[in-house]
């Protein structure tokens, strides 16, 4: 099948979403599909395959005119023209994460599968007028609506009226492949966090968490060096080192030298990327499941929406609230409880192989 994923952001980058729609495609040449992704010309220069570590690349053509993030006019703008660019190539199939090129693929009657990852409030006016007054989600050329969590599922049928039966929940995945390894008790344990740098996904609290426990070994990845030097003016303690983003090529070394995993969100408010919204009751973290299928221990934060995955006791640590204190002490009890969190590591570890790219794209064509 001749397929076209539309998709408005950098690529390649280490924005999660362009991690997984790059390992989506991927995933879908690998089912003998022939994959076009079409993106602005953003990004760094480099091949697919070096940045994201895939070997089989969809064919990726950049939009020259766009050199920086489509925003207001130019986000319609790069939708339209994404659009009838494909018109000579007799795609088969359309996927997009935007709602406006959902717009000109239901004018065009393309057959369409449409992503949605979060609400709709931070989409611009036109977008928001669209969705109110044109039935978008519900025409026949939409042949699967994809959501990333039940959340957003629940939310698309509350807000837009639409059949359930159209929508399919289909979470993220990781493309990262780890032996399984049980922890052992130590003195010092080696603790990450990967990610955005928004305070509110716990930059600021691990800091902050890393200076109440001269014990350990802090470590974060993520941002960009700029984002990396407002950080470390934060008063910062000897035992934590603050990284920009690397390649996600490059993540399964630098994960697999750590002990436990950390993701310790706001549990009210989480913003998107840009630092924008409150994504808390949709969101599905790429990270999360890396963080599976790397089969480290993974503490989280009590946020209800992660728990479509996650399980406390079984799979991870789930931690009320974001008390530094409370953080500390379960941390530096796990040395005397080695056999129990050998045990949830060894089912995140199994877990993770549900979460696969090969098996989200499978799910995602099987319409």
Known sequence: MRIAYLFNSSTPSSNASSIQVVNTCSAITKLSHNVKLIVPNTGLKTSL??????????????????????LGLNYYLFSLFSVMLTFSDKIELYITRNIFTLFLLNTFRKKVIIEIHHDLQNEGRLVNFICKYFNIFNRKNIVKIVAITNSVKKYLINDFNINPKRIEVIPSASSLKFKFSKIKK??????GYFGSLDSSKGSSFIIKLANKDNHNKYF???????????????EVSKNIQINHSVKYGSLK??????????????????RSLGGVGNIAKFTSPLKLFDYL?????????????????????????IMNNLNVNSWKNRINRIKFETSKINSIKRNAFELSKKYTYLKRAQKILDF
Do not use: H, W
């Open 49 to 70: 395959s070096k940045f994201y570590g895939i070997k089989k690349s969809p064919k990726l053509i950049k939009l020259k005119y766009f050199t920086r993030f489509p």
């Open 220 to 234: 974060i990845y993520g941002g960009n060096k700029e984002q990396v030097l407002r950080l470390k003016k934060k």
């Open 253 to 270: 070394e630098i994960i697999s030298k750590m002990d436990i995993l950390l993701m310790p969100s706001n549990s009210k408010k989480i």
């Open 293 to 317: 299928a790397s089969g480290k221990l993974i503490m989280v934060s009590n946020v209800k929406v992660f728990k479509e995955i996650l399980k406390d006791g079984n799979n991870c640590i």
């Open 186 to 191: 130590k003195k010092i344990y080696n603790i």
